[in-house]
Nanobody, 125 residues
Framework: QVQLMESGGGLVQAGGSLQLSCTAS????????MAWYRQAPGKQRDLVAR???????HYPDSTKGRCTISRDNAKSTVYLQMNSLKLEDTAVYFC???????????????????WGQGIQVTVSS
């Protein structure tokens, strides 16, 4: 079982920056694909960024260029750096992980196996 603990959320002004962190328990972190998702009130949960165990990243168009996902395998931690924040970035952000044996085709086509509890990010005008 993998437990994910997010930190770093809060209130930030539009145009500002914020870094989220997610520390994972359990073994095999370095082989595990990780991701950040977000869910705004009344909306579906959407992918923000994804990183494989090998360090390959993926961003949807909505966050490309403003968000950077990275990982520190020694600390079992994944980060999300968000810049030029907009009001529409306000959401609960979730850290997520796949099982360590998941291959790329699985990662790109199926939801994560593990989820954090989520952390609020609020962007104000």
């Amino acid at each position: 079982q993998v437990q994910l603990m997010e930190s770093g959320g809060g209130l930030v002004q539009a145009g500002g920056s914020l870094q989220l962190s997610c520390t994972a328990s359990g073994s095999s972190f370095r082989r595990r694909a990780m991701a950040w998702y977000r869910q705004a009130p009344g909306k579906q949960r959407d992918l923000v960024a994804r990183i494989t165990g090998a360090g390959t990243t993926h961003y949807p168009d909505s966050t490309k260029g403003r968000c950077t996902i990275s990982r520190d395998n020694a600390k079992s931690t994944v980060y999300l750096q968000m810049n030029s924040l907009k009001l529409e970035d306000t959401a609960v952000y979730f850290c997520a992980a796949w099982v360590s044996t998941a291959i790329l085709s699985t990662i790109t086509s199926t939801p994560p196996d593990y989820w954090g509890q989520g952390i609020q990010v609020t962007v104000s005008s």
